[in-house]
C-alpha cells in the first residue's frame, strides 16, 4: 500500500509540479547575498539547453522541475548543459562560456592535444544568467561528475592556463585562460561527486582500456582524479561544500550491501560490486575497506573534501571560506540528490535549506 501511495503522489506532483513546492520559505531579511545558484549535471546528465529536460528535468526527475519551483520562492536557479561524457576541462569551457554568453573555447593547446574543434556553440544570445563578475557572484552545484567540472572552472577562472597562455596569441586567448577571476565564484558545492575518484572503472590502465584521455571516465579513475587534484587550488575567497552519500550497509563478512529500502534497482549491482572491491592502482595507492561504503556509483570516502585540501566538519554557526566543509552523510543511492526515479524524493526542502545558508553567510 505505500509503494502505490508513493507512485500517485509523484504522478500528481509531476502532473501539478506546484504542489511539491518547498514549505520553507525564504527570510530574506536574514540574507547577506542573494547570488545565482547554477546547477551542474553529472556523467550521462543534461540540463536546461536539452529537450530531454522538458520532459524529464535532471533536478527533480519524476518529482517535477525543481528549478522551475525554486525559482517561484524567490532563489535565482539556472540548470547547466555540457558534455555528458565530456572530460572535466570540456566541461569547464563549456560552462563558462554558458555563463559568460560567450562562444565555447576549449582552448588552442588542448584542442590540437587532443586533436578535436578549438570552439563549440555560441551563447551570446541564450547565456545562463544575466551577468556575471566579482560583484556579480555565482554560486555552483555539481552533482556527480558535475562536481569534479565546477572545481576545475574555479581554478582556471583563478589561475588560468600557462599553457593556453604559451600556445595561444594574447588577442585570441579566451578570457577564462587568462585568470584572475577568483572572486567570481561565491561558492562551490559538490553532490556525490568522485572528488577523488571512484572504483567502479576498476584498477585497470584508463591508457589501455580508454580511446583517449579527454574524456569523464579517463577523470574519474583514482589516480587520475588525484592527479587533477594536485592541480585545482583552494581559494581564499569562496566557500567550499562537500555532501558524500551512502546507501550500503556493513555485511556479515565485512563487506558492504546496497539497503534495498534506499538504492534504485539501476544502482544495485553496482552498489554491492563496490562494496566488495579493493585492491591497488597501477599508481600504487591502496584501495582499502574504507572504500567500501558507497552510493552505487562513487564510493562516500571520495565524496567528500579533496584527499590534499584541508577540511573540516561543517559547523553551520562557523563557516569559513578557504576551507572544505564537509556536510553529513546522506543516506540515499547516487541519484538520491537530485530527486531518484522510481523511489522519487522532494529535493525542493533540502536545497532551499542549502542555498538559505548560503545566502546568510
Same mark, same amino acid.
Given at each position: 500500500?505505500?509503494?502505490?501511495?508513493? %507512485?500517485?503522489?509523484?504522478?500528481?506532483?509531476?502532473? %501539478?509540479?506546484?504542489?511539491?513546492?518547498?514549505?520553507?520559505?525564504?527570510? +530574506?531579511?536574514?540574507?547577506?547575498?542573494?547570488?545565482?545558484?547554477?546547477?551542474?549535471?553529472?556523467?550521462?546528465?543534461?540540463?536546461?539547453?536539452?529537450?530531454?529536460?522538458?520532459?524529464?528535468?535532471?533536478?527533480?526527475?519524476?518529482?517535477?522541475?525543481?528549478?522551475?519551483?525554486?525559482?517561484?520562492?524567490?532563489?535565482?536557479?539556472?540548470?547547466?548543459?555540457?558534455?555528458?561524457?565530456?572530460?572535466?576541462?570540456?566541461?569547464?569551457?563549456?560552462?563558462?562560456?554558458?555563463?559568460?554568453?560567450?562562444?565555447?573555447?576549449?582552448?588552442?593547446?588542448?584542442?590540437?592535444?587532443?586533436?578535436?574543434?578549438?570552439?563549440?556553440?555560441?551563447?551570446?544570445?541564450?547565456?545562463?544568467? &544575466? +551577468?556575471?563578475?566579482?560583484?556579480?557572484?555565482?554560486?555552483?552545484?555539481?552533482?556527480?561528475?558535475?562536481?569534479?567540472?565546477?572545481?576545475?572552472?574555479?581554478?582556471?577562472?583563478?589561475?588560468?592556463?600557462?599553457?593556453?597562455?604559451?600556445?595561444?596569441?594574447?588577442?585570441?586567448?579566451?578570457?577564462?585562460?587568462?585568470?584572475?577571476?577568483?572572486?567570481?565564484?561565491?561558492?562551490?558545492?559538490?553532490?556525490?561527486?568522485?572528488?577523488?575518484?571512484?572504483?567502479?572503472?576498476? %584498477?585497470?590502465?584508463?591508457?589501455?582500456?580508454?580511446?583517449?584521455?579527454?574524456?569523464?571516465?579517463?577523470?574519474?579513475?583514482?589516480?587520475?582524479?588525484?592527479?587533477?587534484?594536485?592541480?585545482?587550488?583552494?581559494?581564499?575567497? $569562496?566557500?567550499?561544500?562537500?555532501?558524500?552519500?551512502?546507501?550500503?550497509?556493513?555485511?556479515? &563478512?565485512? $563487506?558492504?550491501?546496497?539497503?534495498?529500502?534506499? $538504492?534504485?534497482?539501476?544502482?544495485?549491482?553496482?552498489?554491492?560490486?563496490?562494496?566488495?572491491?579493493?585492491? +591497488?592502482?597501477?599508481?600504487?595507492?591502496?584501495? &582499502?575497506?574504507?572504500?567500501?561504503?558507497?552510493?552505487?556509483?562513487?564510493?562516500?570516502?571520495?565524496?567528500?573534501?579533496?584527499?590534499?585540501?584541508?577540511?573540516?566538519?561543517?559547523?553551520?554557526?562557523?563557516?569559513?571560506?578557504?576551507?572544505?566543509?564537509?556536510?553529513?552523510?546522506?543516506?540515499?543511492?547516487?541519484?538520491?540528490?537530485?530527486?531518484?526515479?522510481? +523511489?522519487?524524493?522532494?529535493?525542493?526542502?533540502?536545497?532551499?535549506?542549502?542555498?538559505?545558508?548560503?545566502?546568510?553567510?
Amino acid at each position: 500500500m505505500r509503494k502505490v501511495i508513493a %507512485f500517485l503522489m509523484t504522478v500528481l506532483m509531476f502532473l %501539478f509540479p506546484s504542489l511539491n513546492v518547498s514549505r520553507i520559505k525564504p527570510e +530574506k531579511n536574514a540574507w547577506k547575498t542573494n547570488y545565482p545558484y547554477v546547477y551542474v549535471h553529472g556523467l550521462f546528465g543534461w540540463g536546461s539547453y536539452d529537450l530531454r529536460n522538458r520532459v524529464l528535468p535532471y533536478w527533480g526527475m519524476l518529482g517535477g522541475d525543481m528549478i522551475k519551483n525554486l525559482n517561484k520562492r524567490g532563489y535565482t536557479c539556472r540548470s547547466a548543459s555540457v558534455d555528458p561524457e565530456g572530460s572535466a576541462w570540456d566541461r569547464a569551457c563549456e560552462l563558462y562560456a554558458q555563463l559568460s554568453g560567450t562562444r565555447v573555447d576549449y582552448g588552442k593547446a588542448h584542442s590540437e592535444r587532443y586533436a578535436h574543434a578549438r570552439y563549440g556553440r555560441d551563447y551570446s544570445k541564450n547565456r545562463l544568467i &544575466d +551577468k556575471w563578475s566579482a560583484a556579480d557572484k555565482v554560486n555552483l552545484l555539481g552533482h556527480s561528475f558535475g562536481g569534479t567540472t565546477i572545481r576545475l572552472l574555479a581554478e582556471l577562472m583563478a589561475n588560468g592556463s600557462a599553457a593556453e597562455r604559451r600556445a595561444t596569441d594574447k588577442a585570441e586567448l579566451s578570457a577564462l585562460f587568462a585568470g584572475g577571476k577568483a572572486d567570481w565564484i561565491y561558492s562551490i558545492t559538490t553532490l556525490a561527486s568522485p572528488t577523488n575518484g571512484t572504483t567502479a572503472y576498476g %584498477f585497470g590502465d584508463p591508457a589501455k582500456e580508454l580511446p583517449t584521455a579527454d574524456c569523464a571516465a579517463y577523470d574519474m579513475y583514482i589516480d587520475n582524479a588525484m592527479a587533477l587534484n594536485q592541480t585545482i587550488s583552494v581559494q581564499s575567497c $569562496t566557500y567550499y561544500f562537500a555532501i558524500p552519500c551512502c546507501t550500503t550497509v556493513r555485511a556479515e &563478512d565485512g $563487506t558492504q550491501k546496497p539497503d534495498p529500502e534506499l $538504492t534504485e534497482k539501476r544502482e544495485t549491482a553496482d552498489a554491492a560490486r563496490l562494496g566488495r572491491l579493493t585492491g +591497488k592502482t597501477p599508481k600504487g595507492y591502496v584501495v &582499502d575497506e574504507r572504500w567500501l561504503p558507497n552510493d552505487g556509483a562513487v564510493n562516500t570516502i571520495s565524496a567528500g573534501a579533496p584527499f590534499n585540501a584541508r577540511s573540516v566538519k561543517l559547523d553551520r554557526s562557523s563557516i569559513r571560506p578557504g576551507v572544505w566543509n564537509v556536510a553529513e552523510t546522506q543516506r540515499g543511492d547516487h541519484m538520491c540528490l537530485i530527486g531518484d526515479l522510481w +523511489k522519487s524524493k522532494n529535493v525542493r526542502p533540502f536545497y532551499a535549506e542549502w542555498m538559505e545558508m548560503i545566502n546568510r553567510l
